[in-house]
C-alpha cells in the first residue's frame, strides 16, 4: 500500500527494470508434462534448500568447487557465504543448479532471489558477459555487464506452472575472453502457496484474534524484547490442529540471522519456519473443534535493521511496521501464506483486538496503533499502553520525535510525529491535511472508528508512505497522506487479500484520494495502454513482483480511472452509495472482486459484463 509518492520510485525503477532483465518467451503450461498434474490439496512449502548458502554446497551442483564461497571481494546479502559465477576474465562458464520439487495443487508458487552485478567491461550497449536463470527447460531471464548494480536486487518469477514437477533450477554464466563480470547470487527461495480444491467449509478462521504483548527496549529503541499471546476462536466447522504466524519482517534478514524471533512456545509445538522464514507452524496441543478457542504464547525479540524504510531506522528514528508476529488466514483455499512482497503488500490478516506494553527510555516518544496512555516506569522510562480494537494489525515508532496535534472538524484526535529535519511549517501543513483527509474519507464511506490518528513524517522513506490501523508512515505531501488515510478504510476497515488482490485497497484508496482532493478522472482512462494481454487490474503481486515496472502504473493509476469510469456509468448518486453502502456491509470484514462486481451490478440496470471486460477487472 504504498503512496503517490511510490509512483515516481516505481517509474524511476522502470528504466532500471528495462535494463536490469530480458525476460524471455512465457513458461509453458504444466500440463505439457505427464507429471504435471495437481493434487487436490497444497502443503505451502519453501523448496529450494540451502538458499542462502550457509550451510556448505549441498544439495546444490556448482561447476567448480569455487562457486560457491565465503571467499573476499565479493559480500554476502546475508550471512557470510554466496555464489560468485565468473568474475574471471577469460573465456570461462560456470554453472550453479538444484533440482526441486513444487508441491501438487499449489496455485501460488514464486522464485526469487538476490543477485549482484559487477564487471570491468566499459561498453553500455553490448552483453559480452551473461548470466542465465532457467526452471527446467524455461529461461526465466537473462543479465549481462549491462546490469552491473552497486548493491544486491532481488528477482522475482512466477512458476506456478510447474506446480506437482521435479525440475531444475540453474544458473549458467558465461565470460567472453577479456574483462570480468561476476554474477553473485544470495538467499534464493521458491515459496509455494494456495489451494486448487478448497476444503468443504470456506470460513475464515482463526477468527476474534486478541493479542497481548509486552515489549521493552534498549536505549536506542532499536532492539525489543519481551512476550506475546494470542486468544483466537475456530470459526470453521473443520477441526483447527495447526495455526501459522506470520514472521513478516524477516524478509529484512536471513534465516540464520533473523529479526523477528519466537522462542518458548506455550500452547502449542513450533515447527520449521517456511516461506523464507516468514511462516512459523505452531501445531495447536488438542484440536480445536468449531467454536472452540485456545492461546498460544511464546517470547518475541525484535532487531530493527538501518535502514528509512517500513521496518527499519534512520538515524536515531525506529520504524517498526509488521513487527509483531499476527496469525495467519485459513479459508477455502487453505493457509495463506503468500511470501513478502517489497514492491507492495501481502499483510492479509483478520480484525483482531490488542493490548500492547511499550518500555522505553523516556527521551524516546513511541507514537503506535490505537490509543496510547504513558505511565511512568523505572528510572529514566515510560511505559507506552497501546489498546485497539478491531484492527488487523500493530505498528509502533519510536525516537526523540517533535509532535503537533490537532482534532479535526468532525472530533478526530490527529498527532503530527516529526523527525529532526521536519521544519515546523510542513508539520503544520500535514497536521491541516491529515485533519481535513479524516473527515472526508469519513464522509464518504464511515466514520473513522480508531480513536487517534498518528501520521510519523520522514522525508527519507523511499516508499512514499505506508499505512497501519491508526498510524501511518509519509513524506511531506499532501496527495501521499490523504491517500495514506484513505487506506484506514480501504484495508484497515475494509480488508482484504492484499497479496491477491491488491487493487482492492490500492485503487481504491487512490480513487478516494482523487475523490477527497476534488479531482474527478475526466478522460484518465485514455491514457491507458497494456503492455500485454496477461496484464490486468487485477492480477495478484506474484505477477506485480514480476513486471514491477507496470505495478503502480496499472493497479493505482488504471484501477482508480476504472472506477471513476463506473462512477459515470452509474451515475455519482448511485456511486456515492455503493461504496457507502459496500464499506457497511464489509466493515471489518474482507472484500473480494467478486463480491464488490455483484454489488456494483446491483446498483444498477446497466449489463456491467462488458464494462469489467474492457477494464480487465477479472474475479
Known amino acids: 500500500m504504498r503512496s503517490t509518492p511510490h509512483k515516481a520510485v516505481a517509474a524511476g525503477a522502470a528504466a532500471l527494470a528495462a535494463l536490469a532483465a530480458v525476460s524471455l518467451p512465457a513458461i509453458p503450461a504444466a500440463a505439457s508434462s505427464p507429471t504435471a498434474t495437481r493434487a487436490a490439496a497444497c502443503t505451502p512449502a519453501q523448496v529450494v534448500t540451502n538458499g542462502g548458502f550457509e550451510s556448505g554446497t549441498s544439495p546444490w551442483t556448482q561447476s567448480s568447487s569455487g562457486v560457491i564461497t565465503s571467499r573476499s571481494g565479493q559480500t554476502a546479502h546475508g550471512g557470510t557465504s554466496f555464489a560468485w559465477l565468473n568474475g574471471v576474465g577469460s573465456t570461462h562458464t560456470d554453472t550453479l543448479s538444484q533440482s526441486v520439487t513444487i508441491p501438487s495443487g499449489c496455485s501460488t508458487a514464486t522464485l526469487t532471489f538476490w543477485l549482484h552485478i559487477d564487471t570491468t567491461e566499459t561498453t553500455s550497449s553490448i552483453a559480452y558477459d551473461k548470466l542465465t536463470a532457467k526452471i527446467g527447460s524455461a529461461t526465466l531471464a537473462t543479465y549481462s555487464n549491462l546490469n552491473k548494480n552497486t548493491g544486491y536486487v532481488q528477482k522475482s518469477f512466477d512458476v506456478s506452472a510447474f506446480a506437482g514437477q521435479t525440475v531444475s533450477l540453474t544458473f549458467t554464466g558465461t565470460e567472453d575472453s577479456s ?165 507492495g503488500e501481502s499483510f492479509y490478516s483478520l480484525a483482531a483486538d490488542f493490548k500492547v506494553t511499550l518500555d522505553h527510555p523516556s527521551s524516546l516518544l513511541v507514537p503506535a496503533t490505537g490509543t496510547s496512555v504513558d505511565t511512568p516506569g523505572s528510572s529514566g522510562r515510560t511505559v507506552t499502553t497501546a489498546t485497539a480494537t478491531k484492527v488487523r ?45 479524516v473527515d472526508a474519507h469519513a464522509s464518504r464511506f464511515g466514520a473513522y472508528p480508531y480513536g487517534e490518528l498518528d501520521a510519523v513524517i520522514d522525508n527519507n522513506f523511499w516508499f512514499g508512505g505506508m499505512e497501519y490501523p491508526g498510524f501511518v508512515l509519509d513524506l511531506v505531501s499532501t496527495t501521499a497522506l490523504t491517500h495514506e488515510i484513505g487506506h484506514q478504510w480501504w484495508y484497515g476497515i475494509v480488508g482484504d487479500d492484499e497479496y491477491n488482490s491488491p487493487w482492492l485497497d490500492e485503487a481504491f484508496t487512490d480513487y478516494a484520494t482523487d475523490l477527497a482532493l476534488g479531482k474527478t478522472g475526466t478522460n484518465c482512462w ?90 480487465r477487472i477479472e474475479g
Open 179 to 343: 574483462l570480468q563480470t561476476s554474477f553473485v547470487l544470495d538467499d534464493i527461495a521458491l515459496d509455494t502457496s494456495g489451494g486448487t480444491t478448497p476444503p468443504a467449509d470456506s470460513t475464515r478462521t482463526p477468527a476474534a484474534p486478541s493479542y497481548t504483548v509486552s515489549l521493552s527496549s534498549n536505549t536506542s529503541g532499536t532492539v525489543w524484547t519481551g512476550h506475546e499471546s494470542v486468544a483466537f476462536t475456530n470459526a470453521s466447522s473443520t477441526a483447527l490442529s495447526e495455526v501459522y504466524l506470520r514472521l513478516w519482517d524477516n524478509y529484512h534478514g536471513t534465516c540464520s540471522a533473523p529479526p523477528i524471533t519466537v522462542s518458548n512456545v506455550t500452547g502449542g509445538t513450533a515447527g520449521a519456519l517456511s516461506v523464507a522464514c516468514t511462516a512459523l507452524k505452531i501445531d495447536l496441543s488438542s484440536p480445536l473443534a468449531q467454536g472452540q478457542s485456545a492461546t498460544i504464547g511464546f517470547d518475541l525479540g525484535i532487531t530493527v535493521p538501518s535502514g528509512a524504510d517500513r521496518f527499519g531506522y534512520d538515524g536515531a528514528f525506529s520504524f517498526i511496521g509488521n513487527a509483531l508476529p499476527v496469525l495467519a488466514v485459513k479459508d477455502g483455499a487453505g493457509w495463506h501464506l503468500d511470501p513478502y512482497t517489497n514492491n
Open 393 to 437: 494489525d500493530f505498528a509502533w515508532a519510536a525516537g526523540p520525535f517533535s509532535k503537533i496535534s490537532g482534532t479535526s472538524t468532525a472530533g478526530v484526535p490527529v498527532n503530527i510525529y516529526s523527525v529532526s529535519d521536519i521544519s515546523s511549517s510542513s508539520a503544520q501543513s500535514m497536521l491541516t491535511t491529515a485533519k481535513s483527509a
Open 526 to 615: 485514455n491514457s491507458v495502454s497494456w503492455a500485454s494481454s496477461a496484464e490486468k487490474i487485477t492480477n495478484s503481486m506474484a505477477y506485480w513482483d514480476a513486471h514491477s515496472s507496470r505495478y503502480s502504473t496499472v493497479v493505482y493509476s488504471y484501477g482508480k480511472c476504472a472506477l471513476h469510469d463506473l462512477r459515470r456509468v452509474l451515475g455519482d448518486t448511485a456511486m456515492t452509495k455503493l461504496l457507502k453502502d459496500y464499506a457497511t456491509s464489509h466493515w471489518y470484514g474482507v472484500s473480494t472482486t467478486a463480491e464488490f462486481k455483484a454489488a456494483a451490478q446491483a446498483a444498477t440496470s446497466t449489463d456491467l459484463t462488458s464494462f469489467w471486460t474492457q477494464h
